[in-house]
């Protein structure tokens, strides 16, 4: 179930279609990861909480619908961690002008 905006799933999941984000390479598990995390997760409630907050409810989503997942691929668990950090600038309205 979604509980993530459209317009909102859809513009932070453009922020890993690329095949680097901020230096670090993209791998195919690290899109599953971020897409399993923003259609599952409540993004608007997470990115009012603290940065620390963030990343661990960001990580409990992902745990809940792929455990384990995070034990294996430090790549998805740096990536949602960038995530967490960079979510408020990512949700933030672009000014019009």
């Known amino acids: 179930m979604t509980v993530t905006p ?10 890993f279609e690329g095949a680097w984000r901020d230096d670090t ?6 899109r599953r990861s971020v897409t399993t995390v923003v259609e599952n997760a409540d993004i608007n409630k997470i990115a009012a909480a603290d940065p620390v907050a963030r990343v661990r409810a960001l990580r409990d989503v ?7 997942h995070l034990d294996t691929h430090r790549c998805c668990a740096g990536h949602l961690a960038d995530l967490a950090f960079d979510l408020p600038d990512l949700m933030a309205p672009v000014p019009e002008g």
């Open 25 to 30: 390479p993209i791998f195919a598990c690290c």
């Open 62 to 68: 992902l745990e809940a619908e792929n455990p384990g």
């Open 6 to 15: 459209s317009a909102v799933a859809n513009a932070l999941l453009k922020e």
